[in-house]
């Protein structure tokens, strides 16, 4: 395994339950709590039609309504239950993961269930960039894209989500990016090129060439 050095910088996202809810992360959390919200809704429109229906002395259309009642209350139950594990499943995955910036390169890692690494050499990150809504600003929060090709795609970048103080978080990254960036053409700059033979050098190896040629 190759040595990348020292962990210069390191990210990790934090969770706010908040600014989730208006993340694209944040979706099947949202999807569990339109689920609780419509199975309420219901399960009061139920509330509100009980008494009438008991007026109706109809024991089928009574019978059918405590049926439905039931399925509602089991509906709320299993949605407020998928809602919490969706929080829970959300924070645990945050936790896995990391962004650790080397001198040379950026790593990426998940380690929550499967595992997942990723390495990007800072040559290859063709652009860094700071994405802030105005809910972003107003919370401290934002995402940060890393680029790995001239075509500005969500295929072609790495995206930071849910990054705390990001402007400062960009501020170093990108440093530390042009940093690295600068070394390796530096280091490409000074590679050792054979030096060319001087004139007596090239004499000289003819010499036991020719040599090694007539002995033979």
């Given at each position: ?26 979706k099947k959390t949202k999807s569990a709590l339109m689920g609780i919200i419509v199975s309420v809704i219901i399960k009061v429109i139920l509330s509100l039609l ?56 950026m790593v990426f890692e998940n380690n929550f269930l499967s595992q997942t690494k990723k390495t990007i050499e800072y040559p290859n990150i063709k652009e860094v ?88």
């Amino acid at each position: 395994m190759e040595d990348k050095g020292e962990v210069l910088y390191e990210l990790k996202p934090k969770y706010d339950f908040i600014y989730e809810m208006m993340m694209p992360t944040g979706k099947k959390t949202k999807s569990a709590l339109m689920g609780i919200i419509v199975s309420v809704i219901i399960k009061v429109i139920l509330s509100l039609l009980r008494s009438y229906i008991v007026n109706m002395n109809n024991e089928l259309a009574l019978s059918v309504y405590n049926v439905i009642n039931i399925l509602m209350i089991v509906v709320i139950v299993f949605s407020i239950i998928l809602f919490i594990a969706r929080i829970v499943m959300q924070v645990l995955e945050y936790k896995g993961m990391s962004y650790k910036f080397y001198k040379n390169c950026m790593v990426f890692e998940n380690n929550f269930l499967s595992q997942t690494k990723k390495t990007i050499e800072y040559p290859n990150i063709k652009e860094v960039e700071i994405r802030r809504t105005v809910m972003d600003r107003i919370m401290n929060y934002g995402v940060i894209i890393l680029y790995t090709s001239a075509e500005k795609t969500f295929g072609n970048a790495t995206i930071i989500y849910a990054i705390k103080d990001t402007q400062n978080h960009y501020n170093e990254i990108e440093k530390l990016i042009h940093a690295g960036r600068s070394e390796n053409v530096q280091q490409v700059q000074n590679e050792e090129v054979p030096e060319e033979l001087t004139h007596d050098e090239f004499k000289e190896k003819i010499s036991v060439n020719n040599n090694i040629d007539s002995n033979e």
